[in-house]
């Protein structure tokens, strides 16, 4: 066999699958095939671990001659025939490699578990990691990759900036606002605002206060924003302005002069009414409430000068007045002439200067100024009485009611009363005081009197000689009980020259809930009574004398006659 030509034969079996049985009508019944693992597994059990072999050099030897077979294939032809010849050496068992491999991974496994556990222990041996020598990077690349790294943190940081640049300038914009309601809540304290649209203005004028001046007075409040929020804010910063008219910025004031018509004489004096030093803030106080106050003191000074305007072209006098534009020129008496002229200067520099330089302490002239406050006071006055609210004119007849006349002599002084009654007291201070404090109390009670007719009330009981309660040092007390209209409510007024004003007011029995319930007042209709008094808090009371708080307490309990 050795001569033969080495042939692959393809060896199949007859049938795949093996008759098991064969029924009596022919049927065969058929063995299933062995599955690939149920194969291996019959394989495996027919391996002997036990037993060695040599198959391993067997088969290294083999592979030599093969490769020096191969190596020599094309020396020549001749051999050819040679090489092409198989030469046969069966092997033991099929499955010897197979056994032979697995013994080696066997031992393999069984150094490793050595190792570990001798390395485990850290007493024969550790391990140490191995340093491999890191790849040089190029420093182009390193270049490009920091560029990266600093260009992305750079990145980061100017977004942070930017919000942290917005958010200070958002919370400085909002203690701004903060700090302009506060600085607006100031300036409702002194002066009255008013908002029209989106703007927020303000009076200058005395309209309130009887004024017929025809200028408006107004001026508009602003919020200052004129101010660079990036750098510091100063001290002074106020974040709220006003504007004022253009005709009353600057100082006024009213010039009076005398001059004797003599080239000997001349000029007798001149003084300066209601002259303001320049305008500085004061310590503590806005710079607001000065420009306010020298503006509203321009508008004064053209008031009064406007009527004393008026009065010297209604007076009719022998040497006829002259008004010619803000200058008044009188002669009261022969070859003597008075000059009233009104001065305003603007805010520029050269006018502050001229004036600072005129300017001297002797220039006032205070009981004139005085007087001209009374002559426009007056006038004020007289404008509001002709508009005032009859209940206010009723009432203020029942406080003149009481009106007294003094006769004042060198060792006596005589009272006569309005109705006849005399009285007569002695020299003595103290005794004229005492006097008059007990007529000012009873004044007050007579003007509950008059005031519960005007407002319709009934009076109930009255007296000027009230003999309960505390006794007084000084005179006697006055007292008087005064119910509504309805009858559901009651005043009683108790004043005492010493112990002062004490008002009750007494309530309907429905409305006092801590009254306690009544075994004997079972009917419904008795809670229509009033019940017990309760003092008012008179101090506590809105109003700007007696008699107008009282009119707002009888107003408040009976709202229907309103």
């Known amino acids: 066999m050795s001569g033969v030509r080495a042939v692959r034969i393809s060896i199949e079996s007859a049938c795949e699958k093996q008759v098991q049985e064969v029924g009596l009508d022919g049927t065969e019944t058929y063995l299933q095939p062995l599955s690939m693992s149920q194969n291996l597994a019959r394989l495996a059990q027919r391996i002997d671990f036990s037993q060695g072999s040599g198959s391993e050099e067997e088969e290294a030897a083999g592979a030599e001659g093969d490769a020096q077979d191969w190596a020599g294939a094309g020396s020549s032809a001749d051999q050819d025939d040679e090489e092409g010849l198989v030469k046969f050496q069966p092997s033991l068992w099929p499955w010897d490699s197979v056994r032979n491999n697995l013994r080696s991974a066997l031992t393999e496994m069984c150094v490793l578990y050595d190792v570990l556990s001798i390395v485990r222990d850290k007493k024969f041996m550790t391990l140490d990691p191995v340093s491999q020598d890191a790849l040089a990077a190029k420093q182009t690349l390193q270049l490009i990759s920091k560029k990266k790294s600093l260009a992305g943190a750079a990145q980061i940081l100017l977004k942070g900036a930017e919000r942290l640049t917005k958010s200070v300038t958002e919370n400085q914009e909002n203690k701004l606002q903060r700090d302009f309601n506060s600085e607006l809540l100031r300036l ?220 004042i002599g060198v060792e006596q002084i005589r009272v006569v009363h309005r109705d006849g009654r005399v009285i007569t007291l002695s020299h003595q201070e103290q005794e004229l005081q005492d006097f008059l404090l007990s007529q000012m109390s009873q004044h007050q009670v007579h003007a509950v009197q008059q005031l519960a007719k005007v407002m319709g009330w009934q009076v109930l009981s009255f007296s000027n000689h009230v003999g309960l309660g505390p006794i007084e040092s000084i005179g006697n007390a006055s007292a008087i009980t005064v119910a509504s209209p309805s009858g559901d409510y009651a005043i009683s007024v108790r004043n005492g020259p010493e112990s002062g004003s004490k008002i009750m007011v007494q309530f309907p029995r429905n409305q006092c809930k801590d009254l306690p319930k009544s075994d004997v007042l079972q009917d419904n209709k008795w809670n229509h009574l009033r019940g017990p008094f309760k003092e008012v808090q008179w101090n506590k009371m809105e109003g700007r004398n007696f008699v107008y708080k009282m009119e707002l307490l009888m107003s408040a309990l009976s709202p229907c006659l309103l």
């Open 188 to 407: 409702r304290q002194h002066w009255k605002l008013r908002k029209v649209g989106d703007k927020i203005l303000g009076d200058l004028s005395y309209r309130s206060a009887g004024s017929l001046f025809p200028h408006h007075g107004t001026f508009e409040v602003i919020k200052n924003t004129d101010i660079d929020l990036d750098k510091k804010i100063p001290e002074d910063y106020c974040p709220l302005d006003v504007q004022i008219p253009s005709d009353l910025e600057g100082s006024a004031y009213i010039k009076v002069s005398i001059q004797k018509q003599a080239p000997d004489i001349g000029d007798l004096g001149t003084v300066n009414l209601f002259k303001r030093p320049l305008p500085k803030s004061k310590p503590g106080s806005p710079h607001w409430q000065t420009k306010l106050e020298a503006a509203q003191n321009v508008l004064l000074c053209k008031e009064i000068f406007a009527q004393l305007s008026r009065e010297a072209v209604q007076i009719k006098s022998q040497i006829p007045h002259i008004v010619v534009k803000n200058q008044i020129i009188s002669q009261p008496f022969p070859s003597l002439q008075l000059s009233i002229s009104l001065c305003h200067s603007s805010n520029d520099k050269k006018s502050q200067k001229s004036a600072s330089e005129k300017q001297s302490p002797e220039d006032h002239l205070y009981v004139l100024e005085h007087n001209l406050h009374l002559l426009i006071r007056e006038f004020h006055k007289q404008t509001l009485s002709s508009i005032m609210m009859p209940s206010h004119a009723l009432a203020k007849d029942g406080a003149q009611s009481i009106q007294l006349q003094l006769n």
